[in-house]
């Protein structure tokens, strides 16, 4: 084991005092010890990086540090002194603020609106929005957080709206700020500027709680990790004193491969080509404008993009079950014969006999019943199938021997067939969805983030099995919003922006700083993301 | 990890909640100067201490089975179906217009014919909702409730206009002809050589809510349609994502739903009254709400559920008739039992999962 347990608490305890100091927290719900004798200490004007899976505590220490839960046991000390955090009021008043990963704001409100939400001064709103708006203005400009704040916060894009959320903290005088997996929803653009207030923050002397997975960006801006594991601190280091791969290790508990091993492509003929997709939705929003590609046998097509760009819509209409009242024209043809794309022929089961297999994005609402068991959703979409039914009756023995075996294949944990979907882990219902779709051996996956919510330790093995698929000479269609994952699986990516198709790169002959700006629509280095009018067709436009 | 035992979920807890509605009762029952005791010496001697009073109170669980499954089936695809009410007047209108038009010689032939009828009118009762649902996303508790009061008032019309015989004064049907009257379990002991139950209203029909609970059981969890109807309940973007069509499976299953409410009517119209009388239903569409609710929308839960229901009406009439309660407070006693064991499920289960909590990491630590 590497360098665990708590280095720094003894050694920086006199030199900097704790903004945040834990001491022994635990606490259990029912059966389960979600926290247990959590040690931690963040030094005042830091940047701190709290790492781990999922299920690992994180959410929950976090819960108690902004009062949502009281722990079982344990002291909460800021700035020195000990205090009781009974709910999210105390926190504030101590100075404490918390960024959600989905955010809390109120779509309908404009910006100062929201921002005063809580903290009105009196019955009257103008004071408040009055004085709000000058602090606005002084904080916009000391921490390069610009909003306009009469805009309502639906007509802001998400990197806005998060710059909101952390103008509310810091309006509520928050001295502690908590981020919890910031930059899932952002451009690699954003995060930077994102990644450069935070900075801004910490040099005026915030402390900076930083929530994430991604072990890129605990390497790029902080300044100590801690990394839990199954409820516990498993150790806190200095960002410079360690490497993406001990962190993985102590994350996981064991050596992680974190690229995937995988020979060079043997691509052959067309199995998908998409020619001048376009789709305009119920509200009459253009969400895919004249998409073409191909896919071919025995390759992984990356399909790179912030989330909301299409890539959702693309897939449904692939996948035979297109949104409700919307218009799509263009043609995609499977195998050479065309996909019926609206109408009777339009099914999704008929897209599955068609050879079509499908992860989908969203594994709790879409992929999964999270309430049957395991061995009914190993027949979910496939409840057809000859081999799982006699007549009218499902032949409910024959669907559990296909589930035990699948799980047993996949190592599906715990390997209880009866239990409910919804007791698995993250990484275990995915493997659930995966092993389905993957051993009814489709021509074509469609797989939207395969790995969202997903442990490092499944993630490798999901990982191995797609993989697997492209060098049984299947083609694949790979949408991920993490561009790591996209560029190590893919053998060509693609890059979706406001429904088009911006460009297609070779993952070893680009970067992410490129395929940023492509996501981006090409964008300037500041990271606001510019309206489509300022979207020019690339050379590198699909031909 | 459930967080009980199964029998905890299914047994323990209605039976806690029954325990609590009927403390609540004692209450209220010695608020008005009664003896509780009395009350339910009275109630239990009356509904279940004789084959007179089982042969009420299996009359009464009997409608209460076959509305409680037309909730139930609709439940399972995440539909309320409250329209049962009507959906069973409707039904009855179909067991008449079979068994007064039709000539049909004997009630084994006369059943089946007016069981399609009664289903089939059912069904199309809560077709129009189910497409509404379906197709315009028109919520299925707001039409179905409406249609309760159309099937009432269209009900009304056809008795006074067109089904009332000439020179009645009655707005009922004609009396159905004798061949196709249900034999009683009363006449069926009396075959036997028994003497059991002597003029009570349980027939055969009975023995049909019995086998309905297991068909509707296999439906539910052994065919495909059932296992589509489940996961559409669960989540209709999942439903989508697995090729499980919405509009089809919405509808069919009101269809199902509706047809079984509609089978109620063997019981009430052409079992009890042999003939089409007004108000039929009396209400038992709506007690199915709380039996499918309290029998945890399980077939076998629903068999128990519709029994206590049934002891409640029955020895809920015969308090009336033997004690001075008066008859509304009966009927304040099964609004606090669908209230405790519907309603207020939580207050019982939450505290309940807590000791079986409790109870497991206490062994956990001994071992």
């Known amino acids: 084991m590497v360098a665990a347990g708590n280095l720094m608490g003894g050694r920086s305890d006199a030199a900097a005092p704790a903004a945040i100091e834990l001491r022994g927290i635990s606490k259990a719900f029912g059966p389960v010890q979600a926290n247990r004798d959590i040690n931690l200490h963040v030094p005042k004007g830091s940047i701190h990086g709290i790492i781990g899976e999922n299920g690992a505590g994180k959410s929950t220490l976090m819960s108690i540090l902004y009062g949502f839960y009281k722990p079982d046991a344990g002291e909460i000390l800021v700035n020195g002194r000990p205090i009781t955090i009974a709910d999210s009021q105390t926190a504030i008043r101590a100075g404490i603020g918390m960024v959600f990963q989905h955010f809390k704001l109120v779509q309908n409100f404009t910006v100062l609106e929201n921002i005063i939400l809580g903290v009105e001064d009196g019955a009257l709103l103008r004071p408040s929005l009055s004085k709000a708006r000058g602090v606005l203005k002084r904080l916009a400009a000391e921490y390069q957080l610009n909003v306009d704040p009469d805009e309502t916060v639906e007509n802001l894009s998400v990197g806005h709206q998060q710059r909101v959320e952390i103008l509310k903290a810091l309006y509520r005088q928050a001295d502690i700020l908590i981020l919890d997996e910031p930059t899932g929803v952002l451009t690699p653009a954003e995060a930077d500027h994102l990644f450069r207030i935070l900075e801004g923050l910490k040099a005026e002397g915030k402390t900076i709680i930083l929530i994430t997975h991604k072990l890129r960006e605990i390497m790029e801006i902080t300044d100590n990790v801690s990394v839990m594991r199954r409820g516990e601190m498993v150790a806190s280091v200095r960002t410079a004193e360690t490497s993406p791969e001990q962190l993985a290790e102590l994350m996981v508990g064991r050596k992680v491969l974190l690229n995937v091993q995988k020979a060079p492509a043997r691509p052959q003929a067309p199995v998908l080509e998409v020619r001048d997709l376009a789709m305009v939705d119920a509200e009459g929003v253009e969400r895919l404008r004249s998409i073409s590609f191909d896919i071919r046998a025995g390759e992984i097509l990356g399909l790179a993009g912030v989330s909301g760009n299409g890539q959702t819509q693309l897939l449904e209409i692939l996948g035979g079950y297109p949104p409700k009242g919307a218009r799509i024209s263009g043609t995609v043809r499977m195998n050479g014969a065309p996909l019926p794309l609206s109408g009777r022929g339009c099914d999704a089961g008929q897209r599955r006999r068609d050879g079509i297999g499908h992860i989908p994005e969203d594994r709790q609402v879409e992929g999964l019943i999270m309430d049957f068991a395991a061995w009914e959703n190993v027949a979910f979409g496939w409840h057809d199938a000859p081999e799982f039914n006699k007549g009218w009756v499902m032949d409910n023995d024959a669907i559990r021997r296909d589930a035990e075996a699948k799980m047993e294949r996949f190592d599906v944990r715990p390997r209880d067939a009866n239990l409910a979907a919804r007791n698995f882990s993250g990484g275990n219902q995915q493997k659930i969805v995966v092993a389905r779709e993957i051993e009814r051996n489709p021509d074509l996956l469609l797989i939207g983030q395969p790995t969202r919510g997903v442990d490092i330790g499944a993630i490798e093995f999901i990982h191995k099995q797609i993989v697997a698929l492209r060098d049984a000479g299947k083609a694949i269609l790979l949408v991920s919003v993490e561009l790591d994952e996209i560029l190590s699986l893919s053998d060509r990516v693609a890059v979706m922006f406001d429904g088009r198709i911006m460009g297609e790169r070779l993952p070893g002959q680009t970067t992410t700083g490129e395929l940023g700006l492509l996501m981006a629509g090409v964008t300037d280095s500041d990271g606001v993301p510019p309206g489509p009018a300022r979207v020019t067709d690339l050379p590198e436009g699909r031909a | ?367």
């Open chain 2, 1 to 367: 990890m459930d967080k009980m035992p199964k029998w905890a979920d299914v047994i323990l807890t209605p039976l806690i909640s029954l325990i609590l509605a009927m403390g609540i009762s004692a209450l209220v029952i010695l608020a008005i100067g009664e003896s509780p005791w009395e009350a339910l010496t009275t109630m239990v001697e009356g509904a279940l201490g004789s084959s007179y009073g089982w042969g009420f109170t299996l009359y009464y669980a009997t409608n209460f089975i076959f509305t409680g499954l037309a909730v139930m089936v609709a439940y399972h695809a995440a539909l309320f179906n409250i329209g049962g009410e009507g959906q069973a007047a409707m039904g009855g209108l179909g067991v008449a217009l079979v068994l007064l038009y039709l000539p049909l010689p004997h009630w084994g032939l006369a059943l089946p014919a007016a069981m399609i009828g009664a289903a089939l009118f059912g069904a199309a009762w809560a077709f129009i909702p189910a497409i509404l649902q379906a197709k315009r996303g028109s919520h299925i508790v707001i039409t179905t409730i409406m249609f309760n009061f159309i099937a009432a008032a269209a009900l009304n019309y056809v008795l006074v206009n067109l089904l009332r015989p000439v020179g009645s004064m009655d707005p009922a049907s004609a009396r159905f002809p004798d061949a196709t009257n249900l034999p009683s379990l009363s006449e069926i002991a009396a075959g036997l050589g028994m003497d059991w139950g002597r003029n009570t209203p349980v027939n055969v029909t009975f023995f049909l809510a019995v086998l309905a609970c297991v068909l509707v059981w296999a439906l539910i969890w052994r065919t495909r349609l059932g296992y589509q109807i489940r996961a559409l309940g669960k989540s209709e973007p999942g439903a989508v994502y697995a090729g499980i069509n919405p509009v089809r499976i919405t509808v069919i299953a009101m269809l199902i739903s509706g047809g079984l409410a509609g089978l109620m009517a063997i019981n009430n119209v052409m079992g009890e009254s042999e003939r089409l009388v007004l108000n039929a239903v009396e209400g038992a569409g709506f007690i199915g709400i709380a039996v499918a609710l309290m029998g945890r929308n399980h077939p076998f839960g629903i068999f128990l559920a519709a029994l206590l229901f049934g002891f409640l009406y029955q020895g809920g009439g015969e308090l009336a008739l033997w004690t001075s309660i008066p008859r509304e407070l009966i009927i304040v006693i099964q609004a606090l039992v669908i209230l405790f064991t519907g309603a207020l499920d939580n207050m019982v289960r939450m505290p309940l999962e807590r000791v079986f909590l409790a109870a497991r990491r206490n062994k956990g630590a001994a071992r």
